[in-house]
């Protein structure tokens, strides 16, 4: 079984940063891809970015291309989402999730297992 636990969100002004944390447990995942997803009130879960975990291939959403880096620590199984320049409509409740296929699509079918969420929230 895998345990998927999110940390680091909390409440940012308009253009500030914040960097979230997911930390992995329960069996290896040198063949998995690990995902960021978000859903905001009233709103369908949206695909933000994954990564492979063997390879470290990346893949982004375009509204956050370029502001938001994913990394992971294969040493501590711990996933991270850098968010920079942080805008009003990036408040959601985010959630890190881990797929048994290597680069998989961006519906959230394609994740077996999902965190409990942390709720970005940023003012203008």
């Known amino acids: 079984q895998v345990q998927l636990v999110e940390s680091g969100g909390g409440l940012v002004q308009a253009g500030g940063s914040l960097r979230l944390s997911c930390a992995a447990s329960?069996?290896?995942?040198?063949?998995?891809?690990m995902g960021w997803f978000r859903q905001a009130p009233g709103k369908e879960r949206e695909f933000v970015t994954w990564?492979?975990?063997?390879?470290?291939?990346?893949n982004y959403a375009d509204s956050v291309k370029g502001r938001f880096t994913i990394s992971r620590d294969m040493a501590k199984n711990t996933v991270y989402l850098q968010m920079n320049s942080l805008k009003p409509e990036d408040t959601a409740v985010y959630y890190c999730?881990?797929?048994?296929?290597?680069?998989?699509?961006?519906?959230?079918?394609?994740?077996?297992?999902w965190g409990q969420g942390t709720q970005v929230t940023v003012s203008s």
């Open positions: 329960g069996r290896t995942f040198s063949w998995y891809t």
């Open positions: 990564i492979t975990w063997s390879g470290g291939y990346t």
């Open positions: 999730a881990a797929a048994n296929t290597v680069a998989p699509g961006r519906s959230p079918l394609f994740y077996q297992y």
